[in-house]
C-alpha cells in the first residue's frame, strides 16, 4: 500500500473513532491535512474497500474501518504518543499512593486506566503455579484450627484454614513450619504435592490425620481460580454501539464468563502490547470487539495482565499511549 493511501486510511480510522458515524470523501476533504480533491479520496477509498481496508454499511454511502484496516493502523499508523500532560500528572498522582499489598497496586492501575481512557477495564494475577514460594507460615488458631499464609515471590499472599479432628500443639505447629520453609522456600508452587506429604509422614512420624487435612487446604489454595478485576464496566453503555442488544448481551456475557477474560489476558508476549481485534480471535463473542492487554510488571516481578475491552472503533491511540506509559512507570523506568 503506497503512503497516500495510508493516510487515507489513518484519516478514515481517526475520523470514524471520533464520530462514531461511517465515513464519507467530503468529510476528509479539509480536515486531515490531506491536500486532496475529493473525487481523488473517493477513488483511493474505492480501492481500499477492494482490498477489504474499508467497508460499506447497509444504512450509509460513508465507509466504515474493517478489522484488517484496524488492524494496519494499530501496527503501522497510530500515534502512540497521544497522551496528555494532565494525564500523565494524575497518572503520576494514582500510582504514587501507598499501598499496603500487591494486590492494592493491581486495583489503582486498573482503575486509573479505566479512567484516563473511558473504557472497561480488566486484571488478572500471574498464573499460580508460575510462582516461587517465598515463606509459609503457620499460625495456630485454636487447638483444632490453623490459618496458612503462603507468601510468593511476586508478593501475592494466599490465606487458607485448615481444620483438625485432633488437637494441635504449639511444638507441633513449630515443626511444620520448619519442615515446609525448610523444603519449599524458592520452590513453584505445584511443589506442594504428594511426595511432600510422604516426606513429612516418613520423616517426621505425623499422623495421616494431621497432614491430609494441611495439604488438601494448600493444594485448594494454590489452584483458586485466579481473581479478576474489573473496573468501569458501566463506562460501555455510554458508546453507541452497545444501543444494539446483540453487542450489549455479548458484552455482559464475556465479563461474566472469567475463564474467558482469564485466556484473554493471559494470551501474548511477556513485555509486549497485544492488541486483538473482533474477528482476528476465534471467539464469535468477540467479533464486535477488540481488546488490548500488556503483562502487569513492578519492579520486574510479574504480577499478571490487565486489559482493555471495548469496541472496535476503539482509540486505540490513546489506549496504547495509556497503557505505555503506565507499564514504564510501574516498572520504575
Known amino acids: 500500500m503506497d503512503n497516500r493511501k495510508k493516510k487515507i486510511l489513518q484519516a478514515i480510522v481517526e475520523e470514524y473513532i471520533n464520530t462514531a458515524e461511517p465515513v ?40 466504515v474501518p474493517s478489522t484488517r484496516g484496524y488492524r494496519l493502523y494499530v501496527d503501522e499508523l497510530l500515534n502512540d504518543k497521544n497522551i496528555s500532560l494532565a494525564e500523565i500528572k494524575y497518572i503520576q498522582s494514582k500510582l ?38 517465598e515463606e509459609i507460615k503457620f499460625v495456630l488458631l485454636g487447638s483444632r484450627m490453623l ?33 515446609f520453609n525448610n523444603k519449599l522456600k524458592g520452590q513453584p508452587l505445584d511443589s506442594i504435592d504428594k511426595p ?41 453503555f455510554d458508546l453507541p454501539e452497545f444501543k444494539s442488544l446483540e453487542v450489549a448481551r455479548n458484552f455482559i456475557n464475556l465479563i461474566d464468563k472469567k475463564e474467558i477474560v482469564a485466556d484473554l489476558l493471559n494470551t501474548g508476549f511477556a513485555n509486549d ?27 520486574n516481578k510479574d504480577l499478571g495482565t490487565i486489559g482493555i475491552i471495548g469496541p472496535k472503533r476503539m482509540d486505540y491511540s490513546k489506549v496504547i499511549s495509556v497503557m505505555k506509559y503506565i507499564s514504564k512507570k510501574l516498572n520504575g523506568e
Do not use: C, W
Not at 282 to 295: G, P, R
Open 273 to 299: 502490547i497485544n492488541v486483538y481485534i473482533g474477528s482476528e480471535s476465534d471467539n464469535a463473542e468477540l467479533k464486535d470487539f477488540s481488546i488490548v492487554t500488556f503483562k502487569h510488571r513492578y519492579k
Open 196 to 236: 511432600l506429604e510422604q516426606y513429612i509422614f516418613s520423616h517426621m512420624n505425623y499422623s495421616l490425620e494431621v497432614l491430609k487435612p494441611i495439604m488438601d487446604q494448600l493444594n485448594k489454595a494454590i489452584n483458586e481460580e485466579e481473581k479478576i478485576y474489573l473496573e468501569g464496566a458501566n463506562k460501555a
Open 24 to 63: 464519507s470523501s467530503g468529510s476528509l476533504v479539509n480536515k486531515y491535512g490531506l491536500d486532496l480533491s475529493s473525487a481523488t479520496i473517493r477513488n483511493e477509498m474505492s480501492d481500499l474497500e477492494k482490498v477489504g481496508y474499508i467497508e460499506k454499511t447497509h444504512t450509509s454511502s460513508g465507509r
Open 147 to 179: 490459618m496458612a499464609v503462603i507468601l510468593t515471590d511476586t508478593g501475592i499472599i494466599k490465606e487458607t484454614i485448615i481444620k483438625f479432628n485432633q488437637d494441635i500443639t504449639n511444638k507441633q505447629v513449630d515443626t511444620l513450619n520448619f519442615i
Open 96 to 133: 504514587n499512593a501507598k499501598v499496603n499489598e500487591i494486590e492494592d497496586l493491581t486495583k489503582v492501575a486498573t482503575s486509573t486506566i479505566s479512567e484516563v481512557t473511558h473504557y472497561t477495564t480488566l486484571a488478572v494475577g500471574p498464573k499460580t503455579k508460575k510462582q516461587n514460594i
